[in-house]
């Protein structure tokens, strides 16, 4: 329903339009104006007529939501004082927080490419891939492909096997240590939360969240080696006091 003159080419549609070119159904659209999502539209005798910001409005609620925000949240964004300003802001904040924290990617070889990898690493150790299956360190894919989901932990698997340790037992490890960590990260990932602005990323702007998590980023790898360290220098230190025969037979009673 475009309206033109000389001067200027004013943009305007009724709902059935808007709902077509935006993808998003009359009954959502009704629904975000009752929510205050959606600027009012202007009237045209008894018919609402929207324009293209409310087309822009649907887009930016489309994106924010399939990013995970719920309603609530981006009816906050959007109603602010200056909306571009603040949505811009909480994309750069997702945008740092997304950003993979590790290098270490999943990746995809051929079963030539894994089998020269793993008797390289430990030769004269035959049935060592269906170990690493086995142990969830790869997953093969079609005829002659693996998927490795982290090069760095089988690249740890197979130093350990060569040192004698097997990889049923670095697997356990692996995992035992994941569970410690996850509560441990929960636990500091909400402590960092209930600091943001007071103590963490003062401001909690884009910007100081980047520099913040840019600054945490080795300071955390580094304590975390530190502690782990320490930890197992205690560890050693009892074992070496109490006796392997001791640690034994506590291990058998639990």
């Not at 059935?16 to 999502?37: C, D, K, N």
């Not at 324009?51 to 959007?78: A, C, M, Y």
């Not at 690493?121 to 490795?148: C, F, H, K, M, S």
């Amino acid at each position: 329903m475009g309206v033109s003159t000389d001067e200027a080419v004013e943009e305007t549609y009724g709902l059935a339009e808007l709902a077509q070119m935006s993808g998003v159904s009359e009954r959502t659209i009704r629904y975000y104006q009752g929510e205050h999502l959606l600027p009012r539209p202007a009237k045209r005798g008894r018919d609402a007529v929207y324009g293209p910001e409310h087309r822009e409005r649907l887009k930016l609620v489309s994106d924010l939501r399939d990013r995970g925000l719920n309603l609530q949240t981006i009816r906050e964004l959007v109603t602010s004082g200056e909306p571009t300003e603040a949505v811009r802001t909480w994309l750069g904040i997702d945008a740092t927080l997304r950003a993979p924290w590790s290098s270490d990617m999943p990746r995809t070889m051929s079963h030539e490419e894994l089998n020269e990898k793993v008797t390289t690493a430990v030769p004269g150790r035959p049935g060592l891939i269906g170990e690493l299956a086995a142990a969830g360190y790869t997953t093969r894919q079609g005829r002659d492909e693996w998927t490795v989901s982290s090069p760095a932990l089988l690249d740890a698997a197979l130093r350990l096997q060569a040192a004698g340790i097997d990889v049923d037992v670095s697997a356990q490890m692996r995992d035992l240590l994941r569970r410690r960590l996850a509560k441990a990260v929960d636990d500091t990932v909400e402590l960092l939360v209930k600091r943001a602005g007071t103590g963490f990323a003062d401001g909690a702007t884009a910007e100081e969240v980047a520099v913040a998590l840019e600054a945490l980023r080795p300071a955390a790898a580094d304590t975390v080696n530190v502690l782990l360290g320490h930890e197992v220098d205690r560890a050693l230190a009892h074992l070496a006091e109490t006796g392997v025969h001791a640690t034994r037979r506590s291990s058998r009673r639990r």
